[in-house]
């Protein structure tokens, strides 16, 4: 059981003190009947709530598959930067949603979107080891002894070893090269700052998978989706 106020604040009706007014109005239903005390206590996932005669559908968590564009942040909130929240509509920023984990700004790809907590601890929580994988092209020819070294852990700028991790080759040669990694850690700018110990550079970095969860080819840069039932159970079983 929840307090009305709280649901309808929650579900971006106002303030308490808006929310009270409102409620006070007489424009607020709980199962069929006008009520005008905020304070009561209803179960959000059983009694229909109306306001101004339309039904709300209440949820306590939102769950978003977002095509991270170029230039946009993954955080909640930034003085200078456009985040990947202020793309959201207004219906999911009620819920006060937040990246899981996070892309670097000029990384595009799968991004988690939630108010799960749980969730989200249970997914960036490195005892979990949550495989990430990104498509990237290199500026130089990768090549087995690249692909040894990942293997191994590689070490970075400031003597941080990696967890071991997988690299593919897609195709090489001395012009670049495009390959796949996997990472099971989130280091910052991990996964350029391990190849610039292999003295090559990362010219372009999309992560296409986290955990079993693909990103959907559908998904222009900038889109998102809420996940469907198949998808959220296929990461909660991580």
């Given amino acids: 059981m929840e307090r009305l106020d709280k649901v309808l604040a929650n579900l971006g009706f106002g303030s308490r003190k808006e929310v009270k007014a409102l409620v006070k109005s007489g424009r607020v239903e709980v199962d069929g009947e006008v009520v005008k005390d905020s304070s009561i206590s209803i179960d959000p996932e059983k009694s229909i709530v109306k306001v101004n005669g339309e039904e709300l559908l209440y949820r306590k968590y939102i769950y978003l598959m977002m095509n991270k564009p170029d230039g946009v942040i993954s ?116 996964v350029k700052r391990m190849f610039q110990a292999r003295e090559k550079e990362v010219v372009y970095l999309k992560r296409v998978k986290f955990g079993n969860l693909s990103l959907d080819n559908e998904l222009m840069e900038g889109e998102y989706r809420e996940l469907t039932e198949e998808e959220l159970e296929t990461l909660k079983d991580i």
Avoid: M
Wanted: glycine share 6%; hydrophobic share 35%; aromatic share 10%.
């Fill in 75 to 190: 955080a909640t909130f930034d003085n200078r930067d456009e985040t990947v929240i202020d793309l959201l509509d207004i219906d999911y920023q009620v819920f006060k949603p937040f990246p899981v984990g996070r892309l670097d700004k000029d990384t595009v790809g799968l991004l988690l979107i939630t108010n799960d907590g749980d969730l989200n601890h249970k997914l960036i929580s490195p005892k979990w080891h949550v495989d990430k994988v990104y498509y990237a092209e290199i500026d130089k020819e990768v090549n087995e002894t690249d692909i040894e070294a990942f293997k191994k852990g590689v070490v970075l700028d400031d003597d941080y070893k990696c967890l071991p991790a997988k690299l593919e080759i897609v195709e090489a040669d001395e012009n670049g090269s495009k390959v796949y990694i996997t990472i099971q850690e989130g280091k910052f700018h991990q």
